[in-house]
């Protein structure tokens, strides 16, 4: 099927490739693509629970003997890594395509997080924790921008949705790994810790290779001079339906794109796109970034702290309670997925966050009246985070398919930087502090009131300025910048 007016090269074109991606069914490409590129969740929610526990232990004389500064800044390392990741390889992953830095992202963080496992002295585990936090913050927008771009949109949001939810199934696999790696008795002191860091890579090791049959995306391909080949990739997915005998329906030319060759996206450009021509999008997405940010950091690293402070729970037990709290946030994102595509992005965003931020103040109110225990304040959070991780997934869908192709990237890598620093950095000391020593719980709970109202904000926002893009192209979404003439977004329309 020839599908261009003209062949690759500077000029005008006009390519039916996105309109091809989106009318074909399921299939064992779209299956290969979710198993090797959703992987980056599994490992972010690995990383971030390995070193969660290992504190105390990398404070033992047996190991590397830190004090606690030093054990914060480990974990601050890691996150700053995610920052400085995701802004330059969001950059590179728009410039030079998704497929060279889904690679070099993930072999970046292979060979950071198993030298960190090797680590004889702070400075050493410090600058290797950091570039394995660049390589999964690469990650997030090089694997984003190809999923939502090669993904049909009947299956879009809940595949996003879900895949982005699998980080705390890798927060699971590391708390059960802690739970053996960090017995002494089972494992020598200064080896389980060691073997945790090993962990991440194995498993990537094996995706890496599911990696070498993924084609770059064809999107990205056509608005790059690169047509002949973005027809190239398509026709073989065709190839291989006609084969298996899947059918599937030809497409009208009237549903051609007509785009030419951009060299590079400037950043003045890019703050012109988001600024002037999408306004209430980059609210929307700041937004539900930051307020999601706020809320997980706040709770997530510091539910051990509430736990052994307020209920008297043995540090022992802390780890035990985490796997219901993660079950609940893994839950979420994987049973309410499909409703994102079905009832609607708007709708289901601003459920989602005001549901959860609704149950949290229930929370905090008996939280106050001292009618919680550690057990029921686990399942408190266990339903607060059922809602809550869905509308975080669906946060990084929305700005994964609300801005143009040329720039997907950069805008989740942007969006994804403000938040970890505003969540990550910034609000775990400050709701530690409301913590305090356990004896007065007005503080907390000031501070879940205030998180509450965090997600009264975000599912505001979502109602007012959300995208109507369930099963809708990302073209119709978003004109490319590539594309010959692109309208500007009105002042209110809810299907911008």
Not at 156 to 177: C, E, K, P, S
Not at 181 to 204: A, E, K, N, S, Y
Not at 320 to 345: H, I, S
Request: proline share 5%; aromatic share 10%; charged share 15%.
């Amino acid at each position: 099927m020839t599908t261009t007016d003209r062949n690759d090269g500077a000029g005008g074109y006009r390519s039916l490739v996105p309109a091809r991606m989106d009318r074909l069914p399921w299939t064992r490409f779209h299956t290969l693509i979710v198993t090797g590129l959703g992987v980056s969740w599994i490992l972010d929610g690995l990383e971030i629970q390995i070193v969660s526990q290992i504190g105390t232990v990398l404070a033992d004389r047996g190991t590397l003997a830190l004090n606690p500064t030093q054990v914060g800044w480990i974990a601050s390392a890691y996150l700053f890594g995610e920052v400085v990741g995701a802004l330059v390889f969001g950059r590179i992953t728009d410039r030079l395509g998704r497929k060279k830095l889904f690679f070099c992202t993930l072999a970046l963080y292979l060979v950071a997080s198993g030298m960190a496992g090797l680590a004889p002295d702070m400075w050493f585990l410090l600058v290797f924790r950091f570039l394995a936090g660049a390589g999964i913050g690469g990650e997030y927008t090089a694997i984003n921008s190809a999923i939502d771009e090669m993904i049909p949109p009947y299956y879009r949001g809940r595949v996003d949705i879900a895949v982005n939810g699998t980080y705390w199934a890798g927060a699971l696999l590391g708390a059960g790994a802690n739970v053996l790696l960090l017995d002494p008795t089972l494992v020598p002191l200064d080896l389980g810790w060691r073997i945790g860091f090993l962990i991440g890579p194995v498993i990537g090791l094996v995706v890496i290779l599911l990696r070498r049959t993924i084609p770059e995306s064809p999107r990205w391909l056509m608005t790059h001079g690169r047509q002949i080949e973005a027809e190239r990739q398509v026709d073989e997915i065709e190839r291989q339906l006609r084969e298996q005998g899947i059918p599937f329906e030809p497409v009208p030319h009237d549903r051609a794109v007509e785009v030419f060759r951009r060299r590079k996206i400037s950043y003045r450009e890019i703050a012109r796109t988001m600024l002037r021509d999408y306004p209430t999008r980059s609210v929307l997405g700041l937004t539900l970034m930051v307020t999601q940010a706020v809320l997980y950091n706040a709770v997530f690293f510091n539910y051990s702290l509430i736990l052994v402070r307020f209920f008297h729970v043995s540090d022992q037990r802390t780890s035990y309670l985490f796997f219901p709290f993660a079950a609940g946030n893994l839950l979420g994102p994987l049973l309410l997925a499909r409703l994102f595509d079905t009832v609607g992005r708007r709708q289901m965003i601003a459920l989602t966050y005001g549901v959860s931020g609704v149950l949290l103040a229930i929370g905090a109110r008996l939280f106050s009246v001292g009618a919680l225990t550690a057990t029921t304040q686990t399942l408190v959070w266990c339903a607060v985070f059922f809602f809550a991780s869905a509308g975080a997934s669906s946060a990084y869908l929305t700005i994964s398919e609300i801005f143009p192709l040329e720039m997907r990237a950069q805008a989740i890598s942007f969006f994804f930087a403000v938040a970890l620093a505003i969540g990550g950095v910034l609000t775990p000391p400050l709701f530690a502090r409301l913590i305090g020593d356990g004896t007065n719980p007005g503080p907390l709970t000031l501070g879940y009131y205030t998180l509450a109202a965090t997600m009264g904000i975000g599912a505001l926002v979502a109602w007012i300025c959300g995208v109507d893009a369930e099963r809708k192209s990302l073209e119709a979404i978003a004109r490319p910048l590539s594309e010959v003439t692109h309208p500007i977004e009105p002042s209110v329309n809810r299907t911008r």
